[in-house]
């Protein structure tokens, strides 16, 4: 499965070279597809444990170049075994879950260089610590659709759930939401996210990825629904604009793409802030009556 | 311990209650919380469970609710174990208030919207009933002209009605509130209760209320359950008056009995 180089299409610049537009699509699968899953992640108050499965993934990686074999796989197979114990450890309560998480992260990260320097060389695991979106071959770039592809089916079939869940968990339980399935679910789809997104912007900027967006399009957005497009819209500008501005001035892409990402959230912060001062009841009480159309 | 449930009009008994726990008990490690509650709600009940702090409402809830599983006893909802009930949207739960994150980026409508989950199932899309339903429940909590602004802007007040309404959504057969007039504005209280009765009288649903302020639906209750870690009383408001406790005339009545107890 080799297709994909060239492309049907012509680009402009500076999307015109053919490893650019491999870059463009990934990079746009996994700025839409991160915030879709980071928005369930944020609310559920468990925002950084994109970063922690990242870790884990490492040693997936570091398996992958002992053994010489596909990383994305094996560190699919590790960041969902970690996504499951934390899930169990989450839903377990208690703070000996948080301590056990360092140890399932750390754990993860320091497997990983240790695998890797069995291999021979550390230098291989550069191009998942920080992304490589620019040497993404048509396998990987195929394998990022995949993904992606799972992750918004998933997403279309469960958001309604997913969203009750993170609202209300005993709520949506009571009402026969199988919140505990749903639960693993989204650990499960985190950890997807982490591998699509791991040769864009690197494991220890996949959060970023699904965090950013978020925390920008929740601060201007009213509805749920507003929060998820917004921040969608916001991984993929974010995206574009990081590719653009690499290849402008031989940036490195995933640090270039997360920082669009911040600047648009510092920009929804100030949007918000003039939001608050111009609008006339501010953010202060508001005034009951106004809504009360009476009961009837 | 005065126990009227037994004096009750045999028709009143007689049909399947909608919520039964037998002889239920129950202990975090070894402090026993729950020792031998049995207590019903009749179908189309206004039922109250009050107690002081620590008497194991919440918990004798989270059994009910079959959050949690008792260590002695059986609980049926529907004349079924509550995990084996299929249609879950039969019960409406709101929670304590104060649940909701003030930054939560959602409207009241996706709020409300995510009650009737239970109704119309968790992986569907809504349709024109359930459309319908949302709107409905909207309407008998006062907030239609709420529908799109963000919960977070909403009052206190506001806010516990919007969990109300999430309930409502389902149109379920038995609604249970934990605690939720602690704290609320006065209006608001007003039109709590006015939903409930609504609910009560025009639907035939029974209420489960879990509650220490009874004040606001002091005339509309049917049953009355004082718990503490047993149930020190089960029976009409009115029964409870004949020990010389009245729930809302002397507003002070029932705290002060409570305060006894905890002696």
């Not at chain 1, 002992?66 to 208690?94: C, H, K, N, Q, Y």
């Not at chain 1, 968990?169 to 699509?196: F, H, M, Q, W």
């Not at chain 2, 009052?155 to 057969?173: C, D, F, N, Y």
């Not at chain 2, 010389?244 to 409570?258: A, E, I, N, R, Y």
Request: neutral net charge.
């Amino acid at each position: 499965m080799n297709a994909l180089p060239g492309m049907p299409w012509a680009l402009p610049w500076p999307f015109d070279r053919s490893y650019m537009q491999l870059a463009l699509i990934a990079g746009v699968v996994v700025g839409a597809t991160a915030p879709l899953i980071g928005a369930f992640v944020v609310q559920k108050g468990v925002s950084l444990i994109g970063d922690g499965l990242g870790h884990v993934a490492v040693a997936g990686i570091g398996a992958a170049l002992l053994f010489d074999t596909s990383p994305t796989w094996t560190a699919m197979a590790f960041a969902v075994a970690a996504a499951l114990v934390i899930e169990w450890l989450r839903a377990r309560g208690g703070t000996t879950g948080d301590l056990a998480l360092a140890l399932v992260f750390y754990g993860g990260i320091a497997l990983g260089v240790v695998l890797a320097s069995r291999s021979g060389t550390n230098t291989n695991l550069q191009p998942y610590l920080f992304g490589s979106i620019l040497t993404a071959t048509a396998n990987d770039v195929w394998t990022v659709i995949a993904l992606g592809v799972v992750i918004v089916i998933a997403v279309a079939l469960t958001g309604r759930a997913l969203f009750a869940v993170v609202l209300d968990e005993d709520a949506a339980r009571v009402s026969g939401v199988p919140a505990g399935a749903l639960n693993v679910l989204l650990a499960v789809l985190t950890a997807i996210t982490v591998v699509a997104a791991m040769r864009i912007v690197g494991v220890l900027l996949i959060a970023a990825l699904m965090v950013l967006p978020v925390a920008a399009s929740r601060l201007v957005a009213r509805s749920f629904r507003g929060t998820l497009l917004g921040a969608v819209a916001i991984g993929v500008s974010s995206a574009v604009l990081g590719l653009i501005a690499a290849r402008v001035w031989a940036l490195a892409a995933g640090g270039a793409i997360v920082l669009v990402a911040a600047l648009w959230f510092v920009l929804a912060s100030i949007g918000a802030a003039v939001r608050r001062a111009g609008s006339p009841s501010g953010s202060a009480a508001p005034h009951h009556g106004s809504l009360v159309t009476g009961p009837h | 311990m005065l126990n009227s449930a037994a004096d009750r009009p045999a028709n009143e008994t007689a049909q399947q209650p909608v919520l039964r726990a037998e002889s239920v008990s129950f202990a975090y490690g070894g402090e026993r919380v729950l020792s031998d509650v049995s207590m019903a709600v009749q179908p189309g009940e206004f039922a109250a469970l009050v107690g002081p702090n620590g008497s194991g409402k919440s918990t004798l809830l989270r059994v009910c609710l079959g959050l949690i599983e008792p260590d002695a006893g059986r609980v049926q909802l529907f004349g079924q174990s509550p995990r084996s009930l299929r249609d879950r949207w039969r019960v409406g739960y709101v929670p304590q208030r104060l649940r909701i994150a003030p930054d939560l980026p959602a409207t009241v409508g996706e709020v409300v919207g995510t009650g009737r989950l239970a109704k119309q199932g968790w992986w569907r899309r809504a349709r024109a009933v359930d459309r319908d339903a949302v709107e409905h429940a909207l309407e008998s909590v006062a907030l239609t002209r709420a529908r799109g602004r963000r919960i977070g802007e909403l009052s206190g007040g506001e806010q516990q009605r919007v969990l109300i309404a999430k309930a409502l959504a389902a149109e379920p057969e038995l609604l249970v509130l934990d605690e939720p007039i602690a704290g609320v504005d006065v209006e608001s209280q007003a039109l709590f209760r006015d939903s409930l009765v609504h609910l009560v009288r025009e639907h035939g649903a029974a209420v489960l209320l879990v509650s220490h302020e009874l004040r606001a639906v002091a005339d509309d209750l049917d049953h009355l359950v004082v718990l503490k870690r047993q149930v020190v009383f089960d029976g009409t408001p009115d029964d409870l008056a004949a020990t010389g406790v009245s729930l809302g005339v002397h507003q002070d009545d029932l705290p002060l009995w409570l305060e006894e107890l905890e002696a």
